[in-house]
């Protein structure tokens, strides 16, 4: 896996962060663990966040993962790109659009 994309749902726009799934965490750091994000306003710290939930019952209690991003509209389609290099910043392209241009 060389990227992370999905088109954001009223929920994540309203979060300001897209969902992330549990398939896609080997290409992401732990969750809570820094790492660099290079948006198109420069390089910050960003971390993959859980928040428990219920929406399955009270009897099977679990997580949701979330990349707090600055902004997010629904219907935008987000992808973050793996380093260029070990150890990186991650690349976050928003409709298309790469943080370098």
Sequence with gaps: ???YA??????????GAP????????FFPPPG???ALETAAGVR????EAEPCICRGPEKPHE??????EALAKGQVV???????????YRLRLDGQD???
């Excluded at 992808?79 to 910043?89: F, I, K, M, S, T």
């Design 33 to 35: 663990t820094p790492f």
């Design 1 to 3: 896996m060389d990227r």
């Design 45 to 48: 710290e960003a971390a993959i």
């Design 19 to 26: 969902f992330i799934l549990k398939t896609a965490f080997p």
């Design 79 to 89: 992808a973050v790109l793996e380093p260029d290099v070990p150890g990186g910043a």
């Design 64 to 69: 949701h993962w979330w990349l707090p991003l």
């Design 6 to 15: 999905r088109k954001a749902s009223r929920e994540e726009a309203d979060r």
């Design 99 to 101: 943080s370098r241009e």
